[in-house]
Antibody, heavy 120, light 111 residues
């Protein structure tokens, strides 16, 4: 069974940093694109970042580029999101999601999410 | 990149059909056939319903269908059922630099 479990969320002050992790199991992690998607309270889904199976290709949404860094450890089956210079508008539930089949642009399995709150 | 435009809400009675639109530009929806649709029940993980504009992942019933005309993609749900109720999001590829954008989401109510 495919499982994605996010961790690392919490309350952080504006300008602070936080590192999210996603532990993957039930599939060959090293062969899939992985993504981060977020949802602010009462708002819609917003794509954040993606990383290719071997880490050779990385993309970010304009709103987080230069502040967030996605990475993966295929030996440990983990996906990370390092978030720096956090702003109030980064407050959201952050989901990790697996790319669908060989596609880099769709997601088939999602975690339950971890809440990040940026507030003083 | 601005979010794609979806109606905030749609509704229908059991057995009826509803269509949810997703309007973008020639730089996203109109420029690529990489449009997908997700069903999201609050508190649960989103579910891929349609990809490549009109293809079904395994396990998705063919009551759900996708199409595209110009800069607007559409999701049609026929034979509405109570558990179809939830939020629906479209998503489109927009290029290599910042490749994906979602729509604002549509709340489907089954009356």
């Amino acid at each position: 069974e495919v499982q994605l479990v996010e961790s690392g969320g919490g309350l952080v002050q504006p300008g602070g940093s936080l590192r999210l992790s996603c532990a993957a199991s039930g599939f060959t992690f090293s062969t899939y694109w992985m993504h981060w998607v977020r949802q602010a309270p009462g708002k819609g889904l917003v794509w954040v970042s993606r990383i290719k199976s071997d880490g050779s290709s990385i993309s970010y949404a304009d709103s987080v580029r230069g502040r967030f860094t996605i990475s993966r450890d295929n030996a440990k089956n983990t996906l990370d999101l390092q978030m720096n210079s956090l702003r109030a508008e980064d407050t959201a539930v952050y989901y990790c999601a697996r790319g669908y089949s060989q596609y880099a642009v769709y997601f088939d399995y999602w975690g339950q999410g971890t809440l990040v709150t940026v507030s003083s | 990149q601005s979010a794609l435009t979806q109606p905030r809400s749609v509704s229908g009675s059991p057995g009826q059909s509803v269509t949810i639109s997703c309007t973008g530009t020639s730089s996203d929806v109109g420029g690529y056939n990489y449009v997908s649709w997700y069903q999201h029940h609050p508190g649960k993980a989103p579910k891929l319903m349609i990809y490549d504009v009109n293809k079904w992942p395994s396990g998705v019933p063919d009551r759900f269908s996708g199409s595209k005309s110009g800069n607007t993609a559409s999701l049609t749900i026929s034979g509405l059922q109570a558990d179809d109720e939830g939020d629906y999001y479209c998503c489109s590829y927009v290029g290599t630099y910042s490749p994906l954008v979602f729509g604002g989401g549509t709340k489907l109510t089954v009356l």
